[in-house]
């Protein structure tokens, strides 16, 4: 359902110049396939999930989802595509703070389609165990709460491929498990392909295939620093 080739993204420095951040001639996954994605701070990860969210547009080459070819598109088109078929969990969560629990997971269907399906997002809700602080705002949700909202959100549109860049990096411990849990099983249940960046080696040992940015990258040496994590 994914497909990159000779994907290169390049960043104009402060200092003049550009940084070839990535340079990945392959990589593919299956539909429903899940992957850990592990590599060296700086190394280009994050990079490389806001290219395939169509977050950021590439320098050159492909990046084909479900046989649609996201570099052709205009940033406009990338919105869209992006609505209806991806779902993306930040590190920050990204909960607009003015809306409730429910209206946040309502809000990733009108991205998505435009139906919106109270019933479905209060399921989803109830799914992440939050049926009972659907009327909460962020700013009154625990942080693990507030990621479990994030999760719900970004389920809601019935993406295809569902990106996660570090979603346990902020939440404590226990509420870690709990998360990485509800990522891992909702996209299995749900059939949605999983592609999950972590400095993590206990979260990355959840999952079957384990990439190395730096065995992906060509680019790697250029700006990965040790990893400080
Ligand atoms: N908008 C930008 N302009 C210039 N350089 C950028 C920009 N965004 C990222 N970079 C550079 O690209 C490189 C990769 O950054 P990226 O955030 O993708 O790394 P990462 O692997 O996700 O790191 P971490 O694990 O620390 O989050 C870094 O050297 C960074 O300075």
Do not use: W
Request: hydrophobic share 45%; glycine share 8%; with cysteine.
């Amino acid at each position: 359902m994914l497909m990159i080739s000779d994907l290169v993204k390049k960043f104009p420095q402060p200092g003049g110049g550009e940084l070839t951040v990535l340079d990945v001639p392959r990589f593919e996954m299956a539909a429903a396939e899940q992957v850990a994605l592990i590599g060296q701070s700086g190394g280009g990860k994050t990079t490389l999930l806001h290219l395939i969210a169509g977050m950021l547009s590439a320098t050159s080459g492909s990046i084909r989802i479900d046989n649609m070819e996201l570099t052709r598109l205009s940033e406009q088109g990338r919105d869209r595509f992006r609505a209806s078929k991806i779902g993306y969990v930040f590190q920050t969560f990204n909960l607009m703070p003015a809306f409730s629990a429910l209206e946040n997971v309502k809000l990733g269907m009108t991205f998505g389609a435009g139906k919106v399906d109270p019933k479905r997002a209060m399921r989803l809700l109830d799914r992440v165990g939050l049926a009972d602080r659907a009327s909460y705002r962020p700013k009154q949700l625990s942080v693990g709460q507030q990621q479990r909202v994030a999760i719900a959100r970004a389920l809601a549109g019935r993406p295809q491929l569902l990106l996660a860049d570090e979603p346990t990096a902020n939440v404590d411990p226990a509420s870690a498990d709990s998360v990485l849990n509800l990522i891992i099983d909702s996209c299995r249940t749900e059939q949605i392909a999983l592609l999950m960046v972590t400095h993590s080696m206990d979260v990355a040992s959840r999952f079957k295939r384990i990439e190395k940015l730096e065995e992906i990258n060509r680019a790697f040496g250029a700006n990965a620093s040790p990893d400080a994590s």
